[in-house]
C-alpha cells in the first residue's frame, strides 16, 4: 500500500513538473516570443575554440534557456565570467539545479530581461533568439557595449551591422560581430 501511494506520488510529482516546464514555456512565449531551444553543438565547439584561456573576462548569454550554452563554455573556461539572463522561470530554476550539481563557480544565471540590464561590462555577448528581437539587440550592443566586445551570433542575423566574420555557414549560421 506504502509503494502505491509512493508510485503515485511520484507520478504525480512528474506530471507536476511537465506541466510547470510547458506552462513557463508558454508565459515565456507569449511575453518574450522565443522559445527555449539550446544551441546546437557545432556553433558551441567553434566559440569555446575562439574564447580566451588565460584572460578575465565576461561573457552574457542573452536567453540562457536551461544553460546548454554556459556549461558547455564553463567546463573549459574557469577565467570567464559566464553571466545567463532568462526569462522562463523553469529555465532558470533548472540551470541554478544545475550550477549546484556541477559545482561551477564561474556561471550565474540571472531572472532578468536582459533588455533592461546594461551590457557595459560584456567582453563577450552571445544569442540564439528570434528574428523580431534583433533590431534590439543590435540597437543596444551599438550604443552600450565597448568597442572590443565580441557578439557571436546563431541563427539570426542582425538587420544592419555586416558581420566581420561568418563562423559557420550551415545553419543554424553562426555570426561573429564587432563593432571596430
Ligand atoms: C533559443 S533559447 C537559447 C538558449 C541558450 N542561449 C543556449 O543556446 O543554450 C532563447 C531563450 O531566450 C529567452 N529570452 C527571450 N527573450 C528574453 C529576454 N528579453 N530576456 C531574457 N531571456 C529572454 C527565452 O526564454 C529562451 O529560453
Redesign the pocket.
Known sequence: MISYYLGLSLFLFIIFIVLLFYISQAI?MIF?K??????PKKNLIIINDLLPKNELTTFF?L???TG??LFFFSKTHPKINFIG????IF?YLYSNLKKIIFKRQNVSFKF????NFSWQKADYI?T??WPS?MTRVETKFIKETNPKCVLFDSAFKLPNLTPKQILDKKRPCLYLYQKD
Open positions: 515565456a518574450f522565443v522559445p527555449t531551444v539550446g544551441t548569454d536567453g540562457s534557456g546548454k550554452a539572463f532568462e526569462t522562463s529555465a532578468k530581461n536582459f533588455f552571445y540564439y533568439l528581437l
